[in-house]
């Protein structure tokens, strides 16, 4: 596996980025600076890529699981948490979503910089583009994240999703209704060209 090529960085902390690993972006930070972890919870990063929000999670939470389909990514965050200070609390796993996770896991967060952009096919072949390509719709993979995600949620967990207007952000508030869970924009950033990128959060109705 090659070495990290790039280096990104949030605040103090200093993330090294391989060529096969998406670099952390606009949405990213967005995420970060949104991000609010209670203290001792037990968070989930799903698509970790280089592990920025696992690792800033890590500094309030007890335990964070970080998963990724991308084997480069998963080696890539697991080198970013001794970087960093926290590969203690930090543990790694390459799944294809939940698939390598017991059926009863449960998190108090799940955290999901999902890919979200629409995209051709084949434009997923590569390590770097499973990162960011959401097939002809972009919801290829939010559509199967949103509909497993409420199993592994505890009762009064909260879900953190990043999508873009591209990729129709209703249709995931929808889907989350379908599941019991009130869902709503809490944060966005508007980009050039006619998109908006949203945070939405979700939580089960009570």
Not at 19 to 48: H, I, K
Not at 65 to 78: E, G, I, K, L, Q
Not at 89 to 112: G, N, R
Request: proline share 3%.
């Amino acid at each position: 596996m090659n070495s990290a090529s790039k280096k990104a960085f949030f605040g103090d902390y200093v993330f090294g980025v391989a060529s096969e690993v998406y670099e952390p972006a606009e949405d990213s930070f967005l995420f970060a600076e949104n991000l609010q972890v209670a203290v001792g919870a037990r968070v989930l990063d799903m698509g970790t890529g280089s592990g920025i929000l696992a690792i800033l999670a890590a500094e309030q939470a007890s335990e964070v699981v970080a998963v990724d389909v991308n084997p480069y990514a998963v080696r890539c965050a697991n080198q970013n948490a001794k970087r960093n200070g926290v590969a203690s609390k930090v543990s790694f796993v390459q799944s294809d979503l939940f698939a390598s996770l017991a059926e009863t896991v449960k998190f108090d967060m799940i955290l999901f910089n999902a890919p979200y952009l629409p995209s051709e096919q084949g434009e997923d072949a590569s390590w770097l583009g499973r990162a960011w390509a959401g097939g002809i719709a972009g919801r290829q993979i939010i559509d199967r994240f949103i509909s497993q995600s409420a199993n592994h949620l505890e009762k009064d967990g909260a879900i953190l999703l990043m999508q873009s207007t591209l990729s129709n952000v209703a249709e995931s508030v929808a889907q989350f209704k379908v599941l019991k869970m009130e869902a709503k924009p809490v944060a966005r950033l508007e980009l050039p060209f006619f998109e908006t990128l949203v945070l939405v959060k979700a939580q089960f109705s009570v």
